[in-house]
């Protein structure tokens, strides 16, 4: 009987591998954007699979919400929210004052970040936290740092409902 569940746990591996290869491929040749972000949907749900092969559930799960989930949604909606190439072709004037514009609120960044970084009191991460395994992470996030991490959810999902609102409404012709 055991080896009947290696057998049957080598066949998951080669199918998850397969997945992430198709996936990936898909990702990278269709011409189609949607199908790239299907492609890139699949691909993540391959990795997913590998890592519940490995017996780390906490890492499958993250990977089906946060990649799966958050990022294929996230570039859902800028493909709904953003121009068609029409529109694009149309509105394709990047003025001298926009490009000193980027160019100074780069600097800017930069300055500010550099400063933060160099008045910052480092202390090493290890004196202050725990161990750093999936253990600690995980339970530091389901009992210490829970209100945090729903506050997040709840404002990733306004961000979906308003990209949702911005859609609907965005692609109206102007008279």
């Known amino acids: 009987m055991n080896a009947y569940y290696q057998v049957v746990a080598e066949i998951f ?10 996936g990936s491929w898909l990702a990278v040749n269709a011409r189609v954007l949607m199908h790239c972000v ?12 590998m890592y519940f092969y490995l017996g780390s ?15 294929c ?5 800028g493909i709904m929210v953003g121009y068609t190439p029409k529109e ?3 509105k394709h004037e990047l003025s001298r004052n926009m490009l000193l514009g980027f160019s100074a ?8 970040i550099a400063v933060a970084i160099g008045r910052a009191h480092w202390t090493r991460a290890v004196q202050t936290t725990g161990d750093f395994s999936i253990e600690w992470l995980g339970k530091s996030l ?3 740092y ?5 506050l997040i959810s709840v404002v990733l999902l306004i961000a979906i409902v308003g990209s949702i609102i911005l859609a609907r409404g965005g692609r109206e012709e102007e008279v």
């Open 142 to 144: 389901l009992l210490d």
């Open 73 to 77: 949604i996230v570039i859902v909606f």
């Open 57 to 71: 559930m906490f890492l499958t799960l993250m990977q089906i919400l946060i990649y799966m989930g958050a990022v």
């Open 146 to 150: 829970c209100l945090a991490f729903e």
């Open 38 to 49: 299907l492609g890139l949907a699949v691909s993540l749900l391959g990795v997913a699979g």
């Open 105 to 112: 609120s780069g600097i800017v960044a930069f300055a500010l």
């Open 88 to 90: 694009s072709a149309d």
């Open 13 to 22: 591996f080669v199918a998850f591998i397969l997945l992430t290869l198709m």
